[in-house]
T-cell receptor
C-alpha cells in the first residue's frame, strides 16, 4: 500500500484564490511527521511546512497552513491568496517514528499546481 | 556554502559507463540523504548517512549503486555500468538529526 497518496495530479487555480492540495497517509506508527515541499521548475525541493502527529494545533507558516485530520489520516495543504509564483510541483511527505529518529522521508507522487492570472 | 550543493548539475553518459555524483551538505548537518526522482514522480529514498556511516541503504536499487561519505561531510553517489533506466534527477538533502531536510538542486543524469 502507498504510504502517501496525492490524488490530484494537476490543478489550475485563478490567482488570488485559495488552494487546497490533498494528501492522505498510511502508517501504523503512532509517532510520525508530515511535511510539504514545493518543487519549482528549477528542481530544488523547498520545505514549506511541518506537522507532528502529536501536535494539537494545525501548523501555519505565512500563507501556508496544514489541515491535519488525524482520524482520517489526512494532511491537506492550504495556500491562501495564491500568487503566480506558487506555480510548481507540491509534494506531501511523511517521516515515521519520533522526530529525532533517523528515517528519511517517503514522498507522494505530487500535485502540479498552475496559477493562472 | 549556505545551501546543499550538488555537482554536476547535468550529466550525460553512455550506457555501461561509470558515474559519480557529488553532494556537499550544509555545514553542521550530520544527516545526509540521497533520493532519485524520475519524471512525473516523487523522490524515492536511496540511502541515508548519519556521520560517516550508511544508517539505511535499503533504497539502493541494486549493487551497481554505492555511496560513500568518508569524512562525514561530502558524499559521493557512484553508479557502475549505467543503464538507460538510471536516467533521473538525483537529489541530495541534509539535516540536523530529526530536523527538516534541506535539498540541493539535484544532478540530472541522462544515460544514452
Amino acid at each position: 500500500a502507498q504510504k502517501i497518496t496525492q490524488t490530484q495530479p494537476g490543478m489550475f487555480v485563478q490567482e488570488k484564490e485559495a488552494v487546497t492540495l490533498d494528501c492522505t497517509y498510511d502508517t501504523s506508527d503512532p509517532s510520525y511527521g508530515l511535511f510539504w515541499y514545493k518543487q519549482p521548475s528549477s528542481g530544488e525541493m523547498i520545505f514549506l511546512i511541518y506537522q507532528g502527529s502529536y501536535d494539537q494545533q494545525n501548523a501555519t507558516e505565512g500563507r501556508y497552513s496544514l489541515n491535519f485530520q488525524k482520524a482520517r489520516k489526512s494532511a491537506n495543504l492550504v495556500i491562501s491568496a495564491s500568487q503566480l509564483g506558487d506555480s510548481a510541483m507540491y509534494f506531501c511527505a511523511m517521516r515515521e517514528g519520533q522526530r529525532g529518529g533517523a528515517d528519511g522521508l517517503t514522498f507522494g507522487k505530487g500535485t502540479h499546481l498552475i496559477i493562472q492570472p | 556554502g549556505a545551501g546543499v550543493s550538488q555537482t554536476p548539475s547535468n550529466k550525460v553518459t553512455e550506457k555501461g559507463k561509470y558515474v559519480e555524483l557529488r553532494c556537499d551538505p550544509i555545514s553542521g548537518h550530520t544527516a545526509l540523504y540521497w533520493y532519485r526522482q524520475s519524471l512525473g514522480q516523487g523522490p524515492e529514498f536511496l540511502i541515508y548517512f548519519q556521520g560517516t556511516g550508511a544508517a539505511d541503504d535499503s533504497g539502493l536499487p541494486n549493487d551497481r549503486f554505492f555511496a560513500v561519505r568518508p569524512e562525514g561531510s561530502v558524499s559521493t553517489l557512484k553508479i557502475q555500468r549505467t543503464e538507460r533506466g538510471d536516467s533521473a534527477m538525483y537529489l541530495c538533502a541534509s539535516s540536523r538529526p530529526g530536523g527538516e531536510l534541506f535539498f540541493g538542486e539535484g544532478s540530472r543524469l541522462t544515460v544514452l
